[in-house]
């Protein structure tokens, strides 16, 4: 047990020390950014219209003199604290814009991520036990398109197809217009995030379905199944197949976060859909560089939040590497 | 499906033809991508505009393939750049092994803590967007994956026996890396590198759907399908199926070509 906490505690400190890094790196890319300041914020009319000493005051509060490193500080001592600093799109602290936007966009995400996961799993256990036979030609085709398919043009279709073609499904935004916000149900919330769930899940289905085949291949050619088969048993696929394949699954599980979150800007693109996504691209096409360095910190966090817990998941999952871990 | 090697050539010839004629088509139809013809303009696809032409009469099979050369240009110079850096930077990691490996590690993991369409977003940023932002961000946002393979494959490589007995003959660190290490780590990079392009490609699209990329009039298939979105609802389908089908179809190509040759290069799967 205390060498499980050892181990945690290690992933964590390193944990620690990439997001500063994601930080600072994130916050010298804004900095070398040939986005004037004032401008970005003010604008150039009202600038024009600006006495020198007013530009000079304006110039103190937005740093423009100040060396990039004294504002990574101030930043990162606000932001220890919970200050991101002021969203300039949003006139909100950066913090309160992105609680909002990413609890619109959590359920979407998280069922997006649980039916891939599945759809994945499933699939590609089906391919292995199938192999060379159609099923396996087919979910390999299927997979390869749609891992050749750009996520937003997958977005485009579905929007096509299912509400101006077919007309059943809302075209998008995650509540119907016109209705306020204390009058939308959960079904008509849930019908507006039916599509861009679909669309994010399909997509991060190909990567877990070709890997998890592969697996079930290794596994499949393995002795022991061979010795299984001998030994004529039964359920050998739930028995032996699944469980030695729920390893690699858990990895390719927990590394597709940064996938679906990347995803997720797109698609919520499309379907216009009010969530951390589409916050991103306004922010970075707005210059509102303290809301995109927000977010960039708080989608790292869940990226490696996914990797611990994958780590610590594997030893819960399987005991050679609760005892290995041990040592390490 | 009988012999692989003779398909993975054919896939690869194929993939090689399809690059070379969709950069000079639309190297040759770059000039005519952006005529407007205002008598032609919102006809579905009819013989004389397979694909149709958009609100300003604008031929889209041609700004299409103007795109897509684009996007092919872009997707193989950036697919080279990260290849190249995965290469120097794994090959580094674990020769040097001890501070070097551990300070590429971390940058590793660090670039692959941030999704690929935000670290772009950031990039193209920081260059002051346009078709170089976007560039440098697909080609420094790539390499991380191909690195950490090539890293494992040095290490595993270093105490090979053939390696050992070369350098206890006297052979120079130089000719040890150029004619042994390099040599063998071939495969791997190639593959990775074909690899690569698919998912430039799309990135590149992607992030220039979003706008980050190039100006409006410019033609590129990100551009074309973010301006498709305006008219889903008054039915012009056209615009958005074509454009992202031909994405799709060069994407594809690669992938297949890519994969296949893993497979062939693999011993496990060599004969399957």
Same mark, same amino acid.
């Not at chain 1, 300039?88 to 909100?92: I, Q, S, V």
């Not at chain 2, 303009?41 to 013989?47: A, F, G, H, I, S």
């Not at chain 2, 990329?213 to 033609?219: D, H, N, T, Y």
């Given at each position: 047990m205390r060498h499980r906490l050892q181990f945690t505690i290690k992933k964590l400190v390193r944990m620690a020390l990439l997001l500063l890094g994601v930080s600072l790196s994130a916050f010298l890319l804004m900095d070398a950014a040939p986005l004037d300041p004032l401008q970005t914020n003010i604008g150039q009319a009202a600038l024009g219209s600006m006495s020198p000493e007013q530009l000079a005051r304006l110039e103190e509060y937005w740093g423009v003199n100040t060396p990039a490193a004294e504002r990574y500080l101030a930043w990162l001592s606000g932001a220890l604290r919970g200050d991101f600093g002021v969203s #300039?799109?949003?006139?909100?602290p950066v913090a309160e814009v992105i609680s909002l936007r990413l609890g619109a966009s959590v359920w979407l995400l998280l069922s997006a991520w649980a039916l891939a996961g599945v759809l994945g799993l499933t699939l590609g256990v089906l391919a292995g036990a199938n192999r060379g036979r159609w099923p396996d030609l087919l979910i390999r085709a299927a997979c390869l398109t749609v891992s050749s398919t750009p996520s937003f043009w997958l977005a485009l279709l579905l929007l096509m197809v299912f509400?101006?073609?077919?007309?059943? #499904?809302?075209?998008? #935004?995650?509540v119907p217009i016109g209705t306020a916000a204390a009058d939308v149900t959960l079904p008509q919330r849930l019908l507006h995030a039916l599509l861009p769930a679909l669309t994010l899940s399909v997509a991060g289905m190909a990567n877990i379905a070709l890997h998890t085949r592969e697996k079930a291949v290794d596994v499949l050619d393995s002795d022991y199944i061979f010795l299984a088969r001998a030994r004529g048993e039964r359920h050998i696929l739930i028995r032996h197949v699944l469980r030695n394949v729920t390893l690699p699954a858990i990895t390719l599980q927990f590394a597709s976060i940064g996938e679906i979150i990347g995803g997720s800007v797109l698609v919520e693109q499309v379907f216009s859909y009010p969530g951390l996504g589409q916050a991103a691209v306004a922010a970075g096409l707005g210059g509102d560089l303290p809301l995109l360095l927000g977010i960039t910190v708080i989608t790292a966090v869940l990226v490696f939040g996914g990797n611990l817990a994958a780590d610590l998941l594997y030893g819960v999952v399987d005991p050679r590497i609760r005892r290995g871990a041990a040592k390490g | 499906m009988k012999n692989r090697r003779r398909n993975t050539l054919f896939f690869i010839i194929l993939a090689g033809t399809a690059l070379c004629s969709v950069t000079l088509a639309g190297g040759l139809l770059y000039e005519g991508a952006a005529a407007a013809d205002f008598a032609q303009?919102?006809?579905?696809?009819?013989?004389?505009h397979p694909f149709g032409t958009d609100w300003m009469g604008r031929d889209m099979l041609r700004r299409t393939l103007a795109g897509l050369s684009l996007s092919v240009r872009v997707g193989g110079l950036t697919a080279a750049v990260s290849a190249a850096a995965a290469l120097v930077l794994g090959g580094a990691a674990a020769a040097f092994g001890g501070w070097v490996d551990a300070l590429i590690s971390w940058i590793t993991d660090l670039v692959m803590g941030i999704p690929h369409i935000l670290l772009i977003i950031l990039i193209s940023i920081a260059c002051g967007r346009g078709l170089w932002g976007v560039t440098i961000g697909v080609a420094l946002s790539h390499w991380t994956s191909l690195a950490r393979l090539i890293r494992g494959e040095v290490l595993q490589l270093k105490g090979a026996p053939y390696l050992q007995l070369a350098r206890r003959l006297g052979v120079s660190r130089g000719r040890l890396v150029k004619n042994h290490l390099l040599l063998h780590l071939m495969p791997q990079f190639l593959t990775g590198l074909i690899l690569q392009f698919p998912h430039a490609i799309l990135h590149e699209a992607s992030v220039t759907f979003l706008g980050f990329?190039?100006?409006?009039?410019?033609?590129a298939i990100g551009i074309i399908l973010a301006e498709s979105m305006g008219y889903l609802t008054t039915g012009r389908w056209w615009l958005a199926l074509f454009p992202g089908l031909s994405l799709v179809g060069a994407v594809m190509l690669f992938a297949l070509a890519g994969e296949r040759l893993r497979l062939l290069l693999s011993p496990a799967t060599a004969q399957d």
């Open positions: #300039l799109l949003y006139r909100r509400s101006v073609w077919l007309g059943i #499904l809302p075209i998008g #935004l995650a | 303009k919102n006809l579905p696809p009819c013989p004389a990329g190039l100006s409006p009039e410019q033609p």
